[in-house]
């Protein structure tokens, strides 16, 4: 279509709304390694995250506050640990400046400050059963023990050496102990009222990671990196059985006996059950006293397909009122299981790196998968951001496609040369490998799938190569026996390939390359149809609109183009991203454009005048996808801040919130002026400011002047401060015009002496004040020099009265 026929087009076309884009919700990272704790209730989880503790709900899979954040010119207080007090209220964190700080997590405020003491990073905090006391271990060899009433060290226990890995008080208050260990791999028991020891445990070889003391009798089990979980006797301080479990432990808590899963049918109620966690990434469960192993997690539960050692666990958390556990991987995952059954109850992910791609997968676009930097492909149910992770790749995904033929389709491409194809089962609402194939030889960086069939897909790589791959039309049959077969292959672009794109009509195949080029091909064949020249760098996106036979291409040179598929020929050149355009998808039928740059930026053009309509700027840097849902009601943006944005169109909502407004603002002037009939000044004095309607207000004034002075002073009294001091802005205003000067002084002067010094801290108010002192001191000046000549006129009539009386008696 030439550019007079695209013109025409355009113009003929009645843009019927220009949309509108807020962000309805934002899913970032939120655990970056470090202390991570659980409420009593389990209803949220607090994870460390550099200087701030992100406060996650569980239900709504999305945090809800952070504590410590600082603003954009202020300096970041890493924190080094953090406890959660056992009344679920206080947060204790210790930060790199050596301060403990306190916090009231559910009004998100700082209670209390003081200084650490420790001569270095504290690495672990423990709070006593009642919260009173505080016990504090670092990387000085010190454990020291805190009143937190008065905010003051009362003892320092001595014995334990090097780094502080884990501290504990015992859970029976009557006992007054508190244990901890460090790097001579021995637990050391201390008498918190005495400060003296008591007890020396020493068995581990390597670092303790945990403690876990039995509910009843005078036993405490521990785990180490030594491969061995050992039951200990406390009151006699020797070793009851030591367990090997050959897998570095990293964490472990004990099983209630009320609380066992139902698959353990044997047992006893003087029976020890331990859960245990580490570097194979499965939990499983002993029986301390027998030393058997009772069960081992199945691993297709942590996570399918995964492969055993590559979800090494980090932490592992127990709740026992609802009887459920919380697995944290290396990798920043943190996983909820029934301990009833042991199956998963929701994924989360603490941190996905940077945002590759993004795609919309099932009916009525139910669910999202993210290529994140990763191996793995983490396919999230927008409703309730649960996480599955979809395991295959070797190495990082860069590209993923879906396919309005089949919206259960997924095809993802890697920097392992590979493709995948995976199939979403909507009544387990699970993902599932079908078939995957190495034809590349070199990263996949782009793969599209043909829009009106799911016959074939293509994709391009680092080779500089494009393949045409054929595809089954019934894919449910398959599970993973899917062979993928290619068809053609064509060595495409002289430089790396960025995108690939396929008509609507799976009739032509787009590539855009760093050779600054896109060229046109024939889906059938591979035949070259034509090349497009203009951009000044390489390409990074190519769209072929929905509705007419045009071509989208996005540029580092920070320009988009429009180019005619018949002509071949530029039709259009949009300017204004200030970085590389990266990304770009058609709205509102083919008429508009959204853009993503790597300013973080996005925008919204109109094709019609080539005017960007709005810009929306939540991400901090690159913006590497976008993708816009079916109805074109949400689009959702990701990029290399670990931000992944949801966009809602609030047009209608903004149409209608408008016609309300003016509704509303009808209803109000009518009332005005209908009190303004009936000289109901005060009402209308009190309707005209909350309109702020500086002009109505002041004839108002004027109004009420022309009774009696006296009776704005008592109106003035009866207004509310946030009235007086908008009357108080209307009359500054008044007051840099010499005709409304005499009303402005009087409410001036009225106002001022009504409210006071003391409720004039309004932002911006006293600056306001200060440019109302020229205008004063003009009138003032003016006043004075009319009364001067007003004397003066007077003097001269009085002079002129004997001389006039003389005249006229002669």
Known sequence: MGAKVLAGKLSSVMLERSPEFEVECKHGAFYTGGDIQWSADAAYL????????????VSKSSVISSLGEVEANQQEDTINCFALGNDDTNILTHHKSGLFKLWDWKDNKLIKLWKSIHRGPVTRIAFSNNDVLMASGGSDSAVRLWNLQHHTCTHHFKGLQGVT?????????????????????????WDINTGQKMVTLSGHFSKVTSLNFHEKENYLVSSGRDRVLILWDISSGTSIRILPVYEGIEGAFIIPFKSLPA?????????????????????????????????????????????????SITHLLYNNVHKIFAVVSVDHNI????????????QLVGYSDEILDVAYVGANDSHIALATNSCDIKFYDIASMNCQLLCGHSDSVLALATTPANVNLLISSAKDNSVRVWLFDKETTRMSCIGHAIRHTASISSVAISQISTTFFTTVAQDSCLKLWELSNNLESHKQDLSLNISHTILAHQKEMNCVTISPNDKLIATASQDKTVKLWSAEDLQLLGVFHGHRKGVWCVRFSPVDQVLL???????????????LNCLKTFEGHESSVLKGEFLSHGMQLITSGGDGLLKLW???????????????????????AKDEKHIISGGSDSLLIIWRDVTEEKKVQAAKEKERLVFKEQKLTNLLKAEELQAALRLALKMERPLQVLKIIEAILQKRDNELVEIIKELKP???EALLKCAIIWNTNSRNSHAAQIVINAVMAEIGTQELQIPGLSSTLETMIPYTDRHFKRLTKLLQDLHLLTYTVNRMKPDIVSINTN
């Open 46 to 57: 607090f994870c460390q995250k550099g200087g701030t503790i992100s406060i996650l709900s």
């Open 165 to 189: 890995s884990v501290l504990e008080f015992h859970p029976d208050i009557t006992k007054q102990l508190l244990f901890g260990a460090g790097d001579d791999t021995k637990i050391h028991g």
């Open 263 to 311: 698959f353990i049918k044997l047992h006893r109620k003087d029976d020890i059950y331990i859960a245990s966690g580490g570097e194979k990434g499965v939990v499983k469960i002993w029986e301390m006293k027998s030393g058997k192993l009772i069960y081992t997690q199945d691993n297709s539960l942590v996570s399918p397909a995964k492969e055993e050692g590559s979800l």
């Open 335 to 346: 996983i909820i299981h029934s301990l009833e059954l042991f199956e998963c109850k929701k």
């Open 553 to 567: 291409t996005t540029s580092a040179d920070c320009t988009m183009k429009l180019w005619s598929l018949t002509e």
């Open 606 to 628: 109109n094709i019609k005048t080539s005017e960007c309509i709005s810009t929306l700027d939540q991400h901090e840097s690159h913006v590497w996808t976008l993708v816009v």
């Open 722 to 724: 946030a009235r007086k």
